[in-house]
């Protein structure tokens, strides 16, 4: 069994900033795994958000670049998203996602629960 565990979440006003953590545990190695943090905002499709490979590579959707920082402490098991000047449309669920595949998601083969943020404009 692997469990992804969110935290982090809550509600910020527009401009404001989150740190939004991941923390996986059960049979599940880590470090080989690449992450990924997708959203879902109501009654919109779930879109990706940031991933980071098991070598430390990086990529971000357009609409959050420059904004959001995803990294990992593979001694911690976690995977972080830091977001900042945090806007209205960035409100969303926003789950954390792990497998050797976590892109596009239909081949994602591990899921967290999800953790709401909501901004306040």
């Known amino acids: 069994q692997v469990q992804l565990v969110e935290s982090g979440g809550g509600l910020v006003e527009a401009g404001g900033s989150l740190r939004l953590s991941c923390e996986a545990s059960?049979?599940?190695?880590?470090?080989?795994?690449?992450m990924a943090w997708y959203r879902q905002a109501p009654g919109k499709q779930r879109e990706l958000v940031a991933v980071?490979?098991?070598?430390?590579?990086?990529n971000y959707a357009d609409s959050v670049k420059g904004r959001f920082t995803v990294s990992r402490d593979n001694t911690k098991n976690t995977v972080y998203l830091q977001m900042n000047s945090l806007k209205p449309e960035d409100t969303a669920v926003y789950y954390c996602?792990?497998?050797?595949?976590?892109?596009?998601?239909?081949?994602?083969?591990?899921w967290g629960r999800g953790t709401q943020v909501t901004v306040s404009s």
């Open positions: 996602a792990a497998g050797l595949w976590v892109v596009p998601s239909s081949r994602v083969r591990y």
């Open positions: 059960g049979s599940i190695v880590f470090s080989i795994n690449n």
């Open positions: 980071i490979t098991s070598g430390g590579t990086t």
